[in-house]
């Protein structure tokens, strides 16, 4: 069929009937297509069309055409796969029968879409991706949102139901309860204490360990903890750690150490206590004595009798702090504040490393303070 070119060649043409456009070449002096190959989209086959690997889209009967040339003439070819090409994408609510590897099936009742899928040993339909109820879900095998009021009903194993009425999160464990509360999304002082279950959750095939948010604890949450540093204790400025016995006690030693100094003569700080023997020795001047320790250091102490005193007592043996007058010999280094006193006054002793006590006879002891 002739075509009906216009006189202004300046301007492209597009075929009525074809929907072809067409451009003026100059330099051959000629239209020409445009567009190699274009496609029509129409309920009947173009008749104008001659061109080698022109597209037709059939529009009624959903099907694929190409113009093919040949020896013989040209003709329009189907060019839609058909047989054991074709994969088919099924919409309803029960598996389809008869499928082939690869075919769709979207489960109208459950919001669910599998494929069929060949393994080599069977085949099967296999879920592919999830669906959350009124909307899309994200791409995690076997599991599925669901949100509303009532009791999801079909649920599968790992499913999560928010109820609406008390924004409260579920899963489905498949057992009795089969739905088991999670917690409250809304209030962060509820929060999961337990996690029970025979294998981990499986997302997209693989195996993962199920990740459980925790409220964090404050003085009006209850929630999660970390257990503070012995530094951290020390400086005193973190109010979100706990405090473990172990690092208490060694803070309080630091501190004790770090912040409280030993106690002198002009410095108030730590005192430790002194020990009977440290109170009759009298040789340190950095601890405290107890009313106690008092009492039992007094008789050694003498009452403040000076060394050399004499006294009668009644006792069969000389009191703490005394010795009896009875001439014995001592040592001059071992009792050197009762020699400075008395000397070789009863008795020289050996001459160089002894000394004399004094002999006194009668009813009662007589003993002397050293």
Same mark, same amino acid.
């Given at each position: 069929?002739?075509?009906?070119?216009?006189?202004?060649?300046?301007?492209?043409?597009?075929?009525?009937?074809?929907?072809?456009?067409?451009?003026?070449?100059?330099?051959?002096?000629?239209?020409?297509?445009?567009?190699?190959?274009?496609?029509?989209?129409?309920?009947?086959?173009?008749?104008?069309?001659?061109?080698?690997?022109?597209?037709?889209?059939?529009?009624?009967?959903?099907?694929?055409?190409?113009?093919?040339?040949?020896?013989?003439?040209?003709?329009?070819?189907?060019?839609?796969?058909?047989?054991?090409?074709?994969?088919?994408?099924?919409?309803?609510?029960?598996?389809?029968?008869?499928?082939?590897?690869?075919?769709?099936?979207?489960?109208?009742?459950?919001?669910?879409?599998?494929?069929?899928?060949?393994?080599?040993?069977?085949?099967?339909?296999?879920?592919?991706?999830?669906?959350?109820?009124?909307?899309?879900?994200?791409?995690?095998?076997?599991?599925?949102?669901?949100?509303?009021?009532?009791?999801?009903?079909?649920?599968?194993?790992?499913?999560?139901?928010?109820?609406?009425?008390?924004?409260?999160?579920?899963?489905?464990?498949?057992?009795?309860?089969?739905?088991?509360?999670?917690?409250?999304?809304?209030?962060?002082?509820?929060?999961?204490?337990?996690?029970?279950?025979?294998?981990?959750?499986?997302?997209?095939?693989?195996?993962?360990? #199920? !990740?459980?948010?925790?409220? =964090?604890?404050?003085?009006? *949450?209850?929630? $999660?903890?970390? @257990? +503070?540093?012995?530094?951290?204790?020390?400086?005193?400025?973190?109010?979100?750690?706990?405090?473990?016995?172990?690092?208490?006690?060694?803070?309080?030693?630091?501190?004790?150490?770090?912040?409280?100094?030993?106690?002198?003569?002009?410095?108030?700080?730590?005192?430790?206590?002194?020990?009977?023997?440290?109170?009759?020795?009298?040789?340190?001047?950095?601890?405290?004595?107890?009313?106690?320790?008092?009492?039992?250091?007094?008789?050694?102490?003498?009452?403040?009798? #000076? !060394?050399?005193?004499?006294? =009668?007592?009644?006792?069969? *043996?000389?009191? $703490?702090?005394? @010795? +009896?007058?009875?001439?014995?010999?001592?040592?001059?280094?071992?009792?050197?504040?009762?020699?400075?006193?008395?000397?070789?006054?009863?008795?020289?002793?050996?001459?160089?490393?002894?000394?004399?006590?004094?002999?006194?006879?009668?009813?009662?002891?007589?003993?002397?303070?050293?």
């Amino acid at each position: 069929m002739a075509l009906n070119f216009p006189a202004n060649t300046s301007l492209p043409y597009v075929d009525p009937i074809s929907g072809l456009k067409y451009i003026y070449n100059t330099s051959v002096g000629a239209w020409e297509a445009a567009i190699q190959p274009p496609a029509i989209v129409s309920s009947t086959p173009p008749e104008a069309i001659t061109i080698p690997g022109f597209l037709w889209w059939d529009d009624v009967g959903g099907s694929l055409y190409i113009w093919y040339q040949d020896t013989d003439g040209g003709q329009w070819v189907d060019a839609s796969p058909s047989g054991e090409n074709v994969a088919s994408a099924y919409v309803q609510t029960n598996a389809p029968t008869g499928a082939l590897p690869g075919e769709l099936w979207w489960d109208s009742e459950n919001g669910r879409l599998y494929i069929y899928y060949d393994d080599g040993d069977s085949q099967q339909w296999m879920q592919a991706t999830t669906g959350s109820e009124g909307g899309t879900g994200s791409i995690t095998y076997g599991l599925k949102l669901h949100s509303g009021a009532a009791t999801p009903t079909n649920a599968k194993k790992n499913d999560l139901w928010y109820k609406s009425t008390d924004n409260t999160l579920y899963v489905y464990v498949g057992d009795t309860p089969a739905w088991e509360k999670s917690h409250n999304i809304t209030d962060p002082s509820t929060f999961v204490t337990a996690v029970t279950g025979t294998s981990p959750i499986s997302v997209g095939g693989t195996a993962k360990a #199920p !990740v459980i948010s925790v409220a =964090t604890a404050s003085t009006t *949450v209850t929630g $999660a903890v970390r @257990l +503070a540093t012995v530094a951290e204790a020390g400086a005193g400025l973190d109010k979100t750690v706990a405090l473990s016995p172990g690092v208490l006690k060694e803070a309080l030693v630091t501190a004790a150490t770090s912040y409280l100094p030993s106690t002198s003569a002009s410095v108030s700080g730590v005192i430790s206590l002194a020990t009977q023997a440290e109170v009759i020795a009298g040789a340190v001047n950095n601890k405290s004595v107890t009313p106690l320790t008092l009492k039992q250091a007094i008789p050694s102490l003498g009452l403040g009798m #000076p !060394v050399g005193t004499i006294i =009668t007592y009644g006792g069969a *043996v000389a009191p $703490a702090g005394y @010795l +009896a007058c009875d001439g014995s010999l001592l040592s001059r280094v071992t009792y050197k504040a009762l020699f400075q006193v008395i000397g070789t006054t009863y008795g020289i002793g050996d001459g160089s490393t002894t000394f004399k006590l004094p002999t006194v006879t009668g009813t009662f002891t007589s003993c002397i303070k050293f």
